[in-house]
């Protein structure tokens, strides 16, 4: 896998930025195509929903290539056609963009990046292998494009709802859930405490243990969350073991219209893990406390769900 600058005069995004945002994060948050697409509509819902705003901002780092994820290319997805400054985008498959919160016009703590998988894994395996090795060592050509402090990698996905046996049903008829929570060890695989211990602030979405409820998890989110442990590439040239807290938080789903389940995952997780993540970066206030104000917003492209009205060309422009 190898990752491709998107450089923007527009953006001004230069190549020494885009290097600097991806060194500094600390957590990288990742769709996973899943049953019902709802990984992937609540990524659409959260890079929709946190651009341009007054209190957030995301930018487009650029994308990743790959020989196991099938390759496609579209419009920009966000904003319509007639908006002269997105007209002409393009957007591929896998793609990297950096989320970056601010309070009083001062950013508040590491940017986030979000990496969006938009397409179908097509060997689950060697995807997975392929990413790992991103994660961990860069490009191997440049290996400044590489996430130095990562700590959190959170999955963001579904389970199928049709897969239950009875030893889930009887749980969910004594405690009900729509969301669910998935990690082989949260703490455990830290390499300290304080980085950032999911544990303390992961309270209301139940857990999910995937050895007991196996059926839950499809190819890539079983093979991602059994990826412990990654090799980081130090200064000296070295292979070390860099540990990961890896976590999944999927929606059960079946298959269908999901795009309201993809805003409710895109909500929680925006309740669960990002305003806990920037109150502990921030002492005071956040711009994610009153979560109610938000102005949600759906992108473009899902007027389109069952294509365009006879009246709109606005797709094919």
Request: with cysteine; aromatic share 10%.
């Amino acid at each position: 896998m190898k990752f491709f600058p998107c450089v923007s005069q527009s953006e001004a995004s230069s190549e020494s930025e885009i290097k600097t945002l991806l060194q500094n994060a600390e957590m990288c948050m990742i769709s996973i195509p899943s049953i019902g697409n709802v990984g992937q509509l609540a990524m659409d819902f959260i890079i929709s929903s946190f651009s341009e705003k007054s209190f957030s901002k995301i930018k487009k780092l650029g994308y990743l290539e790959t020989g196991f994820l099938l390759s496609c290319v579209g419009n920009d997805p966000y904003f319509a056609p007639s908006e002269s400054s997105h007209h002409g985008k393009l957007h591929s498959a896998l793609e990297v963009y950096s989320l970056q919160f601010y309070q009083n016009d001062q950013s508040v703590g590491p940017n986030i990046i979000l990496i969006h998988c938009r397409s179908i894994v097509i060997y689950p395996t060697l995807f997975v292998r392929d990413l790992n090795e991103w994660l961990s060592k860069g490009n191997t050509d440049d290996g400044e494009y590489f996430l130095k402090n990562l700590q959190t990698l959170v999955l963001l996905s579904s389970a199928n709802a049709g897969l239950q046996d009875d030893r889930f049903i009887q749980r969910i008829q004594e405690s009900p859930i729509e969301f669910g929570l998935a990690s082989l060890a949260f703490d455990a695989n830290l390499a300290n405490d304080s980085q950032f211990p999911l544990t303390s602030f992961l309270t209301t979405i139940p857990r999910i243990d995937k050895a007991t409820y196996p059926l839950f998890f499809s190819a890539v989110n079983a093979k991602l969350l059994e990826n412990e442990e990654t090799l980081a590439k130090e200064k000296q040239g070295n292979d070390t073991v860099r540990k990961l807290n890896r976590v999944i938080v999927f929606m059960i789903c079946n298959e269908g219209e999901n795009s309201l389940h993809g805003i409710s995952l895109c909500k929680a997780v925006t309740g669960e893990i990002l305003l806990p993540y920037l109150k502990r970066m921030n002492v005071g206030s956040t711009p994610l406390d009153h979560l109610e104000s938000i102005e949600w917003k759906a992108p473009y492209s899902w007027r389109y769900f069952y294509g365009p009205p006879v009246s709109d060309i606005n797709l094919y422009n």
